[in-house]
């Protein structure tokens, strides 16, 4: 009998063997050339993409995360990174609809590319994973409601650090170096 966690990880595992890693390189490419990124995601994606912002700055870019009083005034040459799985929550369309108005690029990261947020977006990374938007049925994931597209938006943001961190040619030392000492 297979394991909760080996089937809970092949199914994290199938979602890679469906991604466009060119999506995936545009991303990256956007996130390097950006003056400042900010960041938002609603509920437990709001805390994958809060640990990738963590490593943005790791890497000595200039990043906040949308509700904390630092997030600067976004304009033309900063990118407003969305997480949506489901395509559309109120406030991510608020949001990059402000952010649009600025002139800042926005990229969305989905698992519905035809949602409403997606569609409003300059760029849109499609990661195909279940989400609340498509989780009732028989062929569901054996974890609840949007935890398959969660785990993968962490995979994914974990792969966007190394790509980078190459990119960008920042050494482990240099991440090292930017981690906080106030812990």
Do not use: W
């Amino acid at each position: 009998m297979i394991s909760l966690y080996r089937q809970a990880a092949d199914e994290l595992v199938s979602v890679f063997d469906r991604l466009d890693e060119k999506e995936v390189d545009r991303a990256v490419e956007a996130i390097a050339n950006a003056r400042h990124v900010a960041v938002f995601g609603g509920g437990r994606e709001g805390l994958q993409i809060r640990g990738f912002a963590m490593r943005l700055f790791h890497l000595g870019r200039s990043v906040s995360v949308v509700g904390d009083m630092t997030t600067p005034h976004l304009g033309a040459g900063d990118l407003f990174l969305v997480t949506c799985g489901p395509g559309e929550i109120s406030t991510a369309v608020a949001l990059v609809g402000v952010a649009k108005a600025a002139g800042a690029k926005v990229l969305v990261i989905t698992a519905q590319p035809d949602g409403r947020v997606p569609r409003m977006a300059d760029e849109v990374l499609v990661l195909p994973a279940q989400t609340m938007a498509d989780d009732q049925g028989e062929t569901v994931s054996i974890l609840p409601m949007g935890s398959v597209f969660e785990g993968c938006l962490f995979l994914l943001f974990e792969a966007m650090v190394l790509k980078l961190k190459n990119r960008l040619g920042i050494s482990a030392e240099a991440m090292r170096a930017n981690h906080t000492n106030l812990e």
